[in-house]
C-alpha cells in the first residue's frame, strides 16, 4: 500500500501533523499510521560547503586567497544531524512512499531547509506544499485540504537559495 512522506521543520510541528493525520505508530525518526508517514527535520540539515571543502588552500586564512568565488555552490551535511537525514533519505527513496509533502515552516527558510534535504537526498517524487501559520488541529485539518503543488514555491526556494549563498560568499570573503 502506497504511502504519502510528510516532512516538517521540526520534530514537535511532525508530532502534531502526526495526531491530526491519525499516525499512532512509533518508527526510528518518524512516526506513521495506514496513509502517512510523518517525518522531521532538526533545523537545518544540510549547509553550503566551507571554502576548505572547495580547496584544500582556503584552509588557512590568507589575504591572496580572497576572493573565494566557487563556480557552483556545494551542498554538505551537517554531521551533528546526519542520523536524522539518513531516515529521511531513505523514507524519501522508499518504493512505497508515493509522494511528498513539505509542512516546513512556512516562509523562505523552511523552503529552503526542505530543498536541500531533497536535494542531498536525490529524490524525485512529486512534491505538495503545506501553508499553515497556526498549529491547531483545525488550521493542520485546512492546511492539508488546501495542499499546493510545490512548484508554486519554486520562486520562494530560489529567493532563500539566493540570499544563503549572497550571506555565503559575503560572510566567507568578508570575514577573511
Given at each position: 500500500m502506497s504511502k504519502i512522506l510528510v516532512i516538517a521543520e521540526k520534530p514537535s510541528v511532525a508530532k502534531d501533523i502526526a495526531h491530526v493525520l491519525g499516525c499512532k505508530q512509533k518508527g526510528e525518526g518518524f512516526l506513521y499510521g495506514e496513509n502517512?508517514?510523518?517525518?522531521?527535520?532538526?533545523?537545518?540539515?544540510?549547509?553550503?560547503?566551507?571554502?576548505?571543502?572547495?580547496?584544500?588552500?582556503?584552509?588557512?586564512?590568507?589575504?591572496?586567497?580572497?576572493?573565494?568565488?566557487?563556480?557552483?555552490?556545494?551542498?554538505?551535511?551537517?554531521?551533528?544531524?546526519?542520523?536524522?537525514?539518513?531516515?529521511?533519505?531513505?523514507?524519501m527513496n522508499r518504493k512505497e512512499v508515493e509522494h511528498l509533502i513539505c509542512a516546513t515552516d512556512s516562509g523562505r527558510e523552511g523552503e529552503l531547509i526542505f530543498r536541500y534535504i531533497y536535494e542531498v537526498a536525490k529524490c524525485k517524487k512529486k512534491v505538495q506544499?503545506?501553508?499553515?501559520?497556526?498549529?491547531?488541529?483545525?488550521?493542520?485539518?485546512?492546511?492539508?485540504?488546501?495542499?499546493?503543488?510545490?512548484?508554486?514555491?519554486?520562486?520562494?526556494?530560489i529567493s532563500a537559495k539566493c540570499r544563503a549563498e549572497a550571506d555565503w560568499l559575503v560572510g566567507m570573503n568578508a570575514t577573511r
Open positions: 502517512y508517514i510523518v517525518s522531521w527535520a532538526i533545523g537545518h540539515l544540510v549547509t553550503l560547503a566551507e571554502p576548505e571543502d572547495y580547496d584544500e588552500r582556503y584552509k588557512k586564512w590568507k589575504r591572496e586567497t580572497l576572493p573565494i568565488l566557487p563556480e557552483q555552490m556545494k551542498l554538505k551535511i551537517i554531521p551533528k544531524t546526519s542520523a536524522q537525514l539518513k531516515i529521511l533519505k531513505n523514507l506544499r503545506l501553508w499553515i501559520s497556526s498549529m491547531t488541529d483545525i488550521a493542520i485539518q485546512e492546511g492539508f485540504s488546501k495542499l499546493k503543488n510545490g512548484k508554486e514555491y519554486d520562486n520562494l526556494y
